[in-house]
């Protein structure tokens, strides 16, 4: 948390600029525009509803809102919440995956969330906001490898960058593992605590945790995590380090070499 990647941090600002942006620039009305366009409405994709002048942006919301709404949160509790559990899980995703993969997996655990929300909510118009599904499924990709041998949980006081490179464990040993049952236990437990209204988090009257998206990205973060891992089986990455490449070319190459002298010859006859 204390060495967190760019990308992370990135994240971090822009997120907390939108927010900031929605409470000190928009009115009222302005702000509840905004959250009929960006925010994720199940009821948008109800061809028994008539939605006709209601939620704005047509086809397009359609398409994007699956992502957008991960930009948004509710108050600065919800917002602090979430970036609580990003900055330790987004950091750990980010050191192995890099930039890219980074940033399109956690925008395809967002729609992963949305459409779980869509399929557990059909028809509802209540807006779904926040970015919980993205990072349950950026923290179910970390459980495919913090746990492993000299992997970031055994490594971490050394600050080893090849923690990141161990080969990750399968889907298969992932469940088998009592570390990840335990925490996917605790998780869950605690998404039925909020989500079920158990416990308040100080969300405002008629604000619930959309815990079905949360499942959703979790549970595709784990079965998606193969598709975006750089590590090949055997610890290697799939592209070759640029200094390894560089120190094979410049090894000295010999086209035609000289083939040793025999004893007691003269190698110039």
């Known amino acids: 948390m204390f060495n967190v990647p760019p990308v992370v941090i990135a994240t971090v600002v822009v997120l907390v600029a939108v927010h900031a942006f929605r409470m000190l620039a928009l009115t009222e009305n302005q702000d509840a525009r905004l959250l009929l366009t960006f925010a994720f409405i199940p009821a948008r994709y109800d061809s028994g ?120 464990a399968s889907l298969v040993a992932t469940f088998r593992d009592v570390r990840f049952l335990l925490f996917l236990g605790v998780w869950i437990g605690l998404n039925a605590l909020f989500g079920l209204g158990t416990v308040s988090i100080g969300a405002e009257q008629g604000q619930q945790i959309a815990w079905q998206a949360h499942l959703g990205g979790f549970f595709a973060g784990l079965v998606l995590f193969n598709a975006f891992d750089p590590v090949v089986p055997g610890g290697k990455l799939e592209i070759e380090p640029v200094e390894r490449r560089t120190e094979l070319n410049a090894a000295p190459q010999h086209a035609n070499p000289v083939p040793p002298t025999e004893p007691g010859r003269d190698p110039n006859h």
């Open 49 to 168: 509803l008539s939605t006709a002048g209601l939620l704005p942006g047509g086809f397009g919301a359609e398409l994007w809102t699956f992502f957008t709404y991960a930009f948004l949160h509710a108050d600065w509790v919800h917002i602090g919440l979430n970036l609580a559990w990003l900055l330790p899980f987004g950091t750990a995703l980010a050191r192995r995956f890099g930039t890219w993969r980074y940033v399109v997996f956690m925008l395809i655990m967002s729609a992963a969330g949305a459409f779980a929300h869509l399929v557990s909510h059909p028809g509802e118009m209540v807006p779904m906001i926040g970015a919980s599904a993205a990072i349950s499924g950026a923290m179910a990709a970390a459980m495919r490898f913090v746990f492993q041998k000299d992997g970031p949980l055994e490594t971490w006081r050394e600050g080893n960058e090849d923690a990141y490179r161990v080969p990750a």
